[in-house]
């Protein structure tokens, strides 16, 4: 799929057909039969708003000769007249208004449904997908669609598509009450407005590429400082984060007063066409008063037709650019919605039946690119309800194993099965509720701790989610906060310290219920008193469950049933922690490095038989 930055230059027409064909279905919803009948009743609005305001000129023109006609009539006549040329007008104006209140719904329900729509394709798009895109750029381009679909079905549909119709229409009416020159100035006049229009506007899109370009940089520049705010403070570069700021809007501001000065000679440009086909056509009209072929009334009607084609020429001008602009952001939102998943259910997918939970890795291989394997020929058992470590240094593949767990990936070779069953046969949904996960870096909702828990299961009832909190330790401490609950935990979770961060991690894993737990690195971002007070919590929830833990710290691991020892992609030893010890290879000198550095720290790691207990 290609990058969601906004380009203009890649407008296809082709590729925008389809686009508004993909948008249709949106538009008249077969589940919704009071929406079809509101876009029925729109149309008809709109036809009838078109019909009166074509007619309007006719009116005036009437009422305009009437005064010329014998003093006797000049009451009755003109009077009528100016009432119904009044009459056409409102009727026009309240017609389109009508119009819009109509279609509103239509509308907002369709732009709901595509923005809901991609935004649940984002969640479904891989792992790999979101790690190699920018979060702020992705949700620019969701809200440059929604804006896309807005502007193209109100200023399209009912004002671009109906302008047309109606030049159309008075050309029509000019040729038939007079000749033919009256309609040729007038489509020459609007062809070289269109054409100057187009010509100019293909030259701004590259200004306004550059525009968009620099737009999307100022804005990932600010959520990625934001999002990294503590690194920001650590380091003391709030002034070179200002100057990286500065010069993204600093290029945007240079694009955008080009593209601001290139608009003012479209737009100027545009009224000399304009001016010079109404002076045409007033001469015209005037050369048909004096030959006696029409009357003033004719000229007045002639003038009028033109100031009413000319007002929305001017607007579908300005708009142009916008107009090619919504369909390219569509057609991007549209990219983002119909992309294909890389991991995806297969056809016919069974939800995971879990009986004990049982982990098997056969022959495992992967790799994030083929020419750099990182995982070769993993072959280990997670018996029901025992616990497995998988350790090693870093960049030895130990998290792969978790992403591949989850299926955020699908291995390139062998299989994992749980409970017998091929993780690639069973629907991810099924999956990933039969695991919980406690991660090295928490991450919190911007919300209370109350919703952050409860996000395990969010239909679970308040006694749930407190026991759960219970389990992990950490009642107490939210019930003595001045909110309790309802405390808020910040951006990313920032109020809270690591170790409150992960026992709410542990609650809300808790409550989700799973047959199987994964802790991957659970402990390594914390000091030593906590990270024995949370290991407590870890190894009471990993009783009378499966669980596979993913660890540095080899204290952590030392109760494991069975140890894995990770090395470039391959398992170099397994077995208990004593027997690792007793063989002297690669554990054993990982053990010696990790104690001997705690000693240095004067923070002594447990003993073994400590901590197993």
Known sequence: MRPTTIDPGQFQPGKQLRTLRNLLPYLWPRERADLRLRVVLAIVFLVAAKAANVYVPILLRDAVDGLGAPVEGIVVVPLALLLAYGVARVLARGFGELRDALFAKVAQHAIRRVALATFQRLHTLSLRFHLERQTGALSRTIDRGVKGIEFLLFFVLFNVLPTLLEIALVSGILWYLFDWRFAAVTLVMILGFVGLTFSITEWRIRLRRAMNAADNDANTKVVDSLLNYETVKYFG??????????????????????????????????????????????????????????????????????????????????????????????????????????????????????????????????????????????????????????????????????????????????????????????????????????????????????????????????????????????????????????????????????????????????????????????????????????????????????????????????????????????????????????????????????????YERAEPEPEPHEAAE
């Open 237 to 598: 570069n709030e002034e070179h984060e200002a100057r990286r700021f500065d010069g993204a809007m600093r290029d945007y501001a240079r694009a955008a007063v080009r593209s601001r000065t290139s608009l003012s000679l479209l737009n100027a440009g545009q009224a000399a066409v304009v001016a010079l086909g109404i002076t045409v056509m007033m001469i015209l009209a005037a050369q048909g008063i004096a030959q006696g072929r029409m009357t003033v009334g004719d000229f007045v009607m002639v003038n009028a037709y033109l100031i009413q084609i000319a007002m929305p020429l001017n607007f579908l001008g300005t708009v142009y650019r916008e107009i090619k602009q919504s369909l390219v952001d569509l057609d991007i939102m549209f990219d983002l919605l119909y992309s294909e998943a890389e991991v995806a259910d297969r056809p016919g997918a069974r939800p995971l039946h879990v009986t004990g939970g049982e982990i098997v890795f056969e022959h495992v291989d992967f790799g994030y690119d083929p020419r750099r394997p990182i995982l070769k020929d993993v072959s280990f058992t997670v018996p029901a309800g025992k616990t497995v470590a998988i350790v090693g240094p870093s960049g030895a593949g130990k998290s792969t194993v978790s992403r591949i767990l989850f299926r955020f990936y699908d291995v390139t070779g062998g299989r994992v099965l749980i409970d017998g069953q091929d993780i690639r046969e069973v629907t991810q949904e099924s999956l990933r509720a039969a695991i919980g996960i406690v991660p090295q870096d928490t991450v919190l909702f911007n919300d209370s701790i109350y919703y952050n828990l409860a996000y395990g299961d969010p239909a679970a009832g308040r006694a749930e989610v407190e026991g759960a909190a219970r389990m992990a330790r950490i009642h107490d401490f939210v019930q003595a906060l001045p909110d309790g609950y309802d405390t808020e935990v910040g951006e990313r979770g920032l109020k809270l310290s690591g170790g409150e961060k992960q026992r709410v991690a542990i609650g809300r894993a808790l409550l989700k219920g799973p047959a199987i737990m994964m802790f991957d690195e659970a402990t390594s971002a914390l000091d030593t008193k906590t990270e024995r007070e949370i290991q407590k919590s870890l190894d009471e929830v990993s009783k009378d469950r499966t669980a596979l833990v993913i660890a540095h710290r080899l204290s952590t691991v030392v109760g494991a049933d069975e140890i894995l020892v990770l090395e470039g992609g391959r398992i170099v030893e397994r077995g208990r922690h004593e027997a690792l010890l007793a063989s002297g290879g690669v554990y054993a000198a990982m053990w010696r490095r990790q104690q001997s550095a705690a």
